[in-house]
């Protein structure tokens, strides 16, 4: 089946400790999205990508950092920087010739900072 | 800054068709209207999206008033699973010229047996 795998599904980490978070999809998509989600909040974007080794700034980028090596795959590195790293994090996906942004999202990370 | 207005909740009787209202005053003439659901600790899912004109899936009808500044999506048949936080978005362009959608609080409905 095609979709879009994240991983692990909830994390922990000691605060100052960078962390990555996972994301794979096998749609064939062009354009990849990594969004944050805090409690009782809408999606914010923190990075996306519209072809690989091409990356765009989000809204929320400071403290974040991604890589796009392979189509398949888009990383997502928390830093130390980062001050509230402590969210629900999800990955999304689109064709990006499309038009219509239709995005198709992963089941989500969790992140807890100590 | 969330380009659309939603109530926080609504309730919906099973087997009854839901009526979810969104303003989006501000729209411009290009930017179209998305709806989502997210089922709770998951991944949206997408619904509908519409410009101008009234749009039907197999999901939900989307209505758009004729100015645009609002829209009403509409599931016919409200079922328990059909229990979701709803999110009316906007599709704008950001200053590079690439699409991107500004997403808002959303609606969190309930659907009651």
């Known amino acids: 089946d095609g979709g879009i795998t994240q991983s692990p599904k909830y994390l922990f980490r000691k605060e100052g400790q960078n962390v990555t978070l996972s994301c794979e999809q096998n749609?064939?998509?062009?354009?990849m999205y990594w969004y944050r989600q805090d409690p009782g909040q809408g999606l914010r974007l923190i990075y996306y990508s519209q072809i690989v080794n091409d990356f765009q700034k989000g809204d929320i980028a400071e403290g974040y950092s991604v890589s796009r090596e392979k189509k398949e795959s888009f990383p997502l590195t928390v830093t130390s920087a980062q001050k509230n790293p402590t969210a629900f994090y999800l990955c999304a996906s689109s064709m990006r010739d499309r038009g219509l942004d239709e995005q198709f999202f992963g089941p989500g990370t969790r992140l807890t900072v100590l | 800054d969330a380009k659309t207005t939603q109530p926080p909740s609504m309730d919906c009787a099973e087997g009854r068709a839901a009526n979810l209202p969104c303003n989006h005053s501000?729209?411009?003439?290009?930017?179209?209207v998305y709806w989502y659901r997210q089922i709770h600790s998951q991944g949206p899912q997408y619904i509908i999206h519409?410009?101008?004109?009234?749009e039907t899936n197999e999901m939900a009808s989307l209505i758009i008033t004729e100015d645009r500044k609002s829209s009403t999506l509409i599931l016919p048949h409200a079922t328990l699973r059909d229990t979701a936080v709803y999110y009316c978005?906007?599709?704008?362009?950001?200053?590079?010229?690439?699409?991107?959608?500004?997403w808002g609080l959303g609606t969190s409905l309930a659907v009651n047996p």
């Open positions: 749609l064939n998509h062009d354009a």
């Open positions: 501000t729209i411009s003439g290009n930017e179209y």
């Open positions: 519409g410009l101008k004109n009234n």
């Open positions: 978005i906007v599709r704008v362009f950001n200053a590079g010229n690439n699409r991107k959608l500004i």
